[in-house]
């Protein structure tokens, strides 16, 4: 009688779905049983002969009639439901975190650049991430998050290209009305044994290996906005020999003009990485489908064409998709760091989309309209080096950077950028770090002010796991 219950609780709890699992399974269990069985018998007889003794079979686990009318009466049947039929769950999940607050913000907060933050104080963001092993050839990750760095909920107020804002990814802010709260920020399945074999297939709302980047840095490098994208996808990959691959699928972040619905965006990517004792170096290679599917690109796309008036103020779509590509390279050896990163687009856009002097082609209030205008072929490029050290038994580290685009005023990125930046480890896994940005903008004949800026950012980080 006990068995047959154990069974049912079993199939309540989505453990057996079908005869066929379930014929397998039975089998698979039965024979685990006997040669566990055996063993047992044989390390009693071992010690002491007291093999003669008989075993007492462990009392069976099952779910009371009410617990399994109650699964029912809320419709999670087939679910995970946590029971004390299933030990040992924390075996199997992992769970680790932190919060980054940023502070201060002196010098120049309106600028209106894409990847800035220019809020006094913020978090930026604070999560956790749970890991799950689901079994040998199947494992889970999912990311709650809260950030509240800028955002826009009125794109419209800063004229045809909308206002800049930290990160159109995470606030899921293509179409407006962003909010700050907790977000679902990644959840993905990953299908695959690396002992077996080195493909592997991910599932899920995850960064798309295009390009490399930070996530939530103190400020977003002009390669970032450029090539971070979040999205629900399908992905097929390698890991083997220091070589990596993949190739992913996911839908665009907005519509195609005269469409009712998101054309479906794909990627293909491919790396190779070394590590020894005295160096360190990784060289990889993206191409995009569509940059569009880049969610700051979306965004600034939506801008331009909802009417020129900001986002909601019209049809909001894109009319000509555009390629592109995204290379990275980085080396380590001892306390000193290097890393370049480039994106760019392999075509025009449409000038109505992307214009190639941003509000000056589209009627701003700099110049005035220009009938000729062409469609803007963005590229971004960035180089950065660091140095870790230790001193007063504390880890620290500096680094300086220098970045520059073309054609990219449209996409509310400055011409140039040079920073320098500074992070000290006051106690374990707890970080205080500042950065200096100095911006140059476009001149005014290429949609930009002509003039410079700067902001400097601090930082607490703290992490656990």
């Known amino acids: 009688m006990k068995l047959k219950l154990v069974v049912a609780s079993m199939s309540l709890l989505g453990l057996i779905s079908s005869p066929a699992f379930a014929a397998t399974n039975h089998v698979k269990h039965k024979k685990h049983h006997q040669k566990a069985m055996a063993q047992q018998t044989t390390t ?84 956790l991430n749970f890991a799950a092993k689901v079994n040998d050839w199947a494992k889970a990750f999912a990311s709650l998050s809260y950030s509240n760095p800028t955002t826009v909920a009125n794109p419209g107020l800063f004229g045809p290209y909308g206002a800049a804002e930290y990160s159109s990814a995470y606030s899921n802010n293509i179409n407006a009305g962003a909010a700050s709260n907790v977000q679902l920020e990644q959840a993905f399945v990953t299908l ?63 519509n195609k003009l005269g469409t009712s619905s998101s054309p479906t965006d794909y990627g293909a990517a491919l790396g190779y990485t070394q590590t020894t004792d005295q160096l360190s170096w990784d060289v990889g290679a993206g191409y ?45 050896t001892g306390p000193f760091s290097v890393g370049a990163r480039l994106v760019s687009a392999l075509q025009r856009f449409n000038p109505n989309d992307l214009a190639q002097n941003g509000i000056v082609d589209t009627g701003g209030s700099i110049t005035g309209a220009n009938t000729n205008s062409n469609g803007a072929k963005p590229l971004a490029g960035s180089i950065q080096a660091g140095y870790g050290f230790n001193a007063w038994d504390m880890n620290q580290n500096v680094y300086v950077g220098y970045q520059g685009t073309r054609q990219a005023a449209a996409l509310n ?32 004949s290429h949609g930009g002010t002509g003039d410079g800026s700067n902001l400097v950012s601090l930082r607490a980080s703290v992490m656990f796991s």
């Open 192 to 254: 695959g044994n690396f002992d077996q074999s080195p493909l592997f297939v991910q599932l899920g709302k995850q960064y798309q290996d295009f390009g490399r980047y930070e996530i939530h840095p103190i400020t977003r490098s002009v390669t970032q906005v450029m090539s971070e994208t979040l999205a629900t996808s399908a992905k097929v990959g390698f890991i083997m020999n220091g070589f990596n691959g993949s190739i992913y699928a996911f839908d665009t972040p907005i």
């Open 288 to 332: 995009l489908y569509n940059l569009i599917g880049v969610n700051d690109v979306a965004f600034s796309v939506a801008n331009a064409t909802g009417n020129l008036g900001g986002l909601g103020a019209g049809t909001v779509g894109y009319n000509t998709r555009v390629g592109a590509y995204a290379l990275y390279a980085d080396v380590n």
């Open 44 to 127: 009693h007889h071992d010690y002491k002969d007291m093999g003669s003794m008989p075993i007492q079979p462990a009392e069976a686990c099952t779910l009371s009639p009410a617990s399994l009318t109650m699964i029912q009466m809320t419709q999670n049947t087939a679910r995970a439901i946590p029971n004390p039929c299933n030990p040992g769950w924390y075996n199997r999940l992992q769970i680790s975190g932190g919060m980054n607050i940023d502070v201060g913000k002196w010098g120049s907060r309106n600028t209106n650049y894409m990847g800035e933050n220019y809020q006094r104080l913020s978090i930026n963001d604070a999560y």
């Open 413 to 444: 990125l400055p011409r140039t950028r040079g920073l320098a930046g500074y992070g000290i480890d006051v106690w374990t896994n707890t970080n205080l770090a500042v950065e200096w940005d100095h911006d140059w903008a476009y001149s005014t």
